[in-house]
């Protein structure tokens, strides 16, 4: 391992580590489903946006770090004015990636509005994508080079394929079916349609292991923390807990 990539590593271990003997405290020693049952309980505990203040997290949550002017863009990665945002094309809006049609929650408070799954994206891109379940393969996308795309799935862009994934198992923590909301899970299918489910899994934890958190996704854990939810995504934190529950 060269240096930098020691430094990164050993200052991700850190920030999680500082957090293992209070806010993880409840999920120490734990596997399995016992693991999981633990960390839904600590996530649980968070602030509550409304539909309306997701856009101003996104601005601080996605900004760009060198660019404090502009948001990036989850699928194409490109930097945009924050202003830039609404609903005409090339404009970017508030992308589902959990599809919101799985579980049929739309933009409710809780999950339709919980800033740990929802990311800037292009407004093109985000109607392309729809409610597509993850998988490889299919056709290159115009709008977002290095994202692919067939009738029943999507592929994100290499850079983000691991925090795609990471936003989905958190989901599927998160929301076990109280709240009011559907008992949210993974599988290894796809074409889940309205069914509170969402895939594939077995994909899914291979891009977890391909492209670990890096530094934006960090930073973004942590000002979900500090400044809006007030939690965590523990797989940011501790990315080893996704072989210890889905196995």
Same mark, same amino acid.
Do not use: C
């Given at each position: 391992?060269?240096?930098?990539?020691?430094?990164?590593?050993?200052?991700?271990?850190?920030?999680?580590?500082? /957090?293992?003997?209070?806010?993880?405290?409840?999920?120490?020693?734990?596997?399995?489903?016992?693991?999981?049952?633990?960390?839904?309980?600590?996530?649980?505990?968070?602030?509550?946006?409304? /539909?309306? =203040?997701?856009?101003?997290?996104?601005?601080?949550?996605?900004? %760009?770090?060198? @660019?404090?002017?502009?948001?990036?863009?989850? /699928?194409?990665?490109?930097?945009?004015?924050?202003?830039? &945002?609404?609903?005409?094309? %090339?404009?970017? @809006?508030?992308?589902?990636?959990?599809?919101?049609?799985?579980?049929?929650?739309?933009?409710?408070?809780?999950?339709?509005?919980?800033?740990?799954?929802?990311? !800037?994206?292009?407004?093109?891109? @985000?109607?392309?994508?729809?409610?597509?379940?993850?998988?490889?393969?299919?056709?290159?996308?115009?709008?977002?080079?290095?994202?692919?795309?067939?009738?029943?799935?999507? =592929?994100?862009?290499?850079?983000?394929?691991?925090?795609?994934?990471?936003?989905?198992?958190?989901?599927?923590?998160?929301?076990?079916?109280?709240?009011?909301?559907? %008992?949210?899970?993974?599988?290894? =299918?796809?074409?889940?349609?309205?069914?509170?489910?969402?895939?594939?899994?077995?994909?899914?934890?291979?891009?977890?292991?391909?492209?670990?958190?890096?530094?934006?996704? =960090? &930073?973004? &854990?942590?000002?979900?923390?500090?400044?809006?939810?007030?939690?965590?995504? !523990?797989?940011? %934190?501790? !990315?080893?807990?996704?072989?210890?529950?889905?196995?």
């Amino acid at each position: 391992m060269d240096t930098t990539a020691g430094r990164a590593e050993t200052a991700a271990t850190a920030q999680a580590g500082a /957090y293992d003997d209070t806010y993880y405290q409840d999920a120490e020693g734990k596997s399995g489903q016992e693991l999981k049952d633990a960390l839904h309980g600590i996530i649980s505990d968070q602030t509550k946006l409304s /539909y309306s =203040e997701v856009w101003d997290a996104l601005k601080v949550t996605d900004e %760009d770090p060198a @660019n404090a002017s502009n948001v990036v863009l989850l /699928y194409t990665g490109r930097s945009q004015s924050k202003s830039d &945002n609404g609903g005409d094309a %090339d404009q970017w @809006n508030r992308e589902h990636v959990w599809a919101k049609s799985h579980g049929d929650f739309g933009t409710a408070t809780g999950p339709g509005t919980d800033v740990h799954h929802l990311r !800037p994206t292009d407004v093109t891109v @985000n109607s392309d994508r729809g409610n597509k379940d993850f998988d490889e393969g299919g056709t290159e996308s115009d709008e977002a080079p290095g994202n692919f795309t067939d009738s029943d799935s999507w =592929e994100p862009r290499d850079e983000v394929k691991g925090d795609v994934a990471r936003m989905i198992f958190y989901m599927a923590v998160r929301y076990e079916g109280g709240d009011g909301f559907a %008992d949210l899970e993974v599988n290894d =299918e796809v074409s889940n349609g309205s069914a509170p489910l969402m895939g594939r899994v077995s994909v899914l934890r291979e891009w977890h292991e391909q492209d670990p958190p890096d530094a934006f996704e =960090e &930073n973004r &854990n942590q000002v979900i923390f500090d400044q809006f939810q007030h939690n965590r995504n !523990p797989f940011i %934190d501790h !990315p080893e807990w996704v072989a210890s529950i889905w196995s």
